[in-house]
């Protein structure tokens, strides 16, 4: 079974998905957005110094995930010296965002009636995605072992500099 975890550059028209082999992680998720940065966006984007990051309420990239905060603070912001603001969708209202409909939705059409019976084939119509609007989609087999249940103390929750707008702050 493969697990999915999708970067949609709404400037680019481009995605990238990772297929996970293991379990779907806050530290799986916050390395594909990594990968993505390494490989795509700091070249797409050289002189960017901050990014905005659309997500969904729950799951590997949850607002309420210890992980997944550290995670990007460590691996995303410190790591390649980027303001991060992340966008979590409230519950029910997944389905607004644009990776659901501009890149998971054409990837589902594309696959429609075949049997993903292996990772190479969900590769293969993943990467074989195409759009009118010219969107272009790349995808990548990540074999690393994800474990589930991945604890953060306060301690180094107190060390992750958030700061919450006013407006919506949770």
Known sequence: KGI???VYDTQANQGTVFIGTTFD???????????????EGQRRYPHCNSILILADGGGSNGSRSRSWKLGIQEKISDRHGLEVTVAHYPPGASK???????????????????PLVNYETML??????????????????????????????????????IYKPDTLPD
Do not use: C
């Open 25 to 39: 992680t806050a530290a799986f998720a916050v390395e594909s957005i990594g990968k993505w940065w390494r490989k």
């Open 124 to 161: 293969k119509y993943i990467r074989s995605t195409k759009t009118t609007t010219g969107l272009k989609i790349k995808a990548h087999l990540v074999r690393k072992k994800y474990k589930k249940g991945n604890k953060v103390p306060d301690e180094q929750m107190s060390q992750i500099q």
């Open 96 to 114: 607004w965002n644009p990776i659901e409909h501009r890149l998971f939705a054409e990837i589902s059409k594309n696959w429609a009636g075949i």
């Open 4 to 6: 999915p975890y999708g």
